[in-house]
């Protein structure tokens, strides 16, 4: 999942079902955790096990480690993402949908806007924790675009 979505490729038709959905208040828990945690820090009830969950991979030239990120109308694929705590990592955003969407990590001061069928590219280096991410356009949030990344 670490590579680019070709220019016309084909995308999951829109309307396709989310996977379970992902808590997003609050904005992260210092102490890393499969389950993403409530905004008193009390642990939900981790993802589906049909939740994917996405591993940084190295680029094959040995640079930086990367994530793709497939927006949708309206969820995020993979909903959650596994990537090494105090490393730089290179989140690829691709919209795949009809509509635009944004990338928010809470607790970042970090929020990229991405396009309908266009990509954007953000680096993170994160402390060990669960960090929310969501996309912040009115309403998308609310109806389950969002997920969650572990840094361990």
Do not use: W
Not at 29 to 49: C, F, I, K, L, M
Not at 55 to 65: F, I, V, Y
Not at 136 to 142: A, N, R
């Amino acid at each position: 999942s670490a590579d680019r979505v070709p220019e016309g490729a084909e995308t999951a038709p829109l309307g396709q079902p989310r996977q379970g959905d992902v808590a997003v208040d609050g904005d992260y828990t210092e102490e890393a955790s499969d389950a993403p945690a409530e905004a008193d820090g009390s642990p939900t009830e981790a993802p589906a096990a049909s939740t994917p969950v996405a591993e940084a991979s190295q680029a094959a030239d040995g640079g930086m480690l990367s994530e793709t990120i497939g927006m949708f109308d309206i969820y995020f694929e993979p909903r959650k993402i596994n990537i090494p705590a105090n490393t730089d990592v290179r989140l690829v955003l691709v919209n795949n949908g009809e509509a635009p969407h944004s990338f928010e990590i809470k607790g970042q001061e970090t929020v990229v806007d991405v396009e309908p069928r266009t990509s954007a590219e953000l680096v993170v280096n994160l402390k060990p924790g669960s960090y929310k991410f969501i996309c912040d356009v009115p309403g998308h949030k609310q109806v389950g675009m969002n997920g969650v990344i572990v840094a361990k």
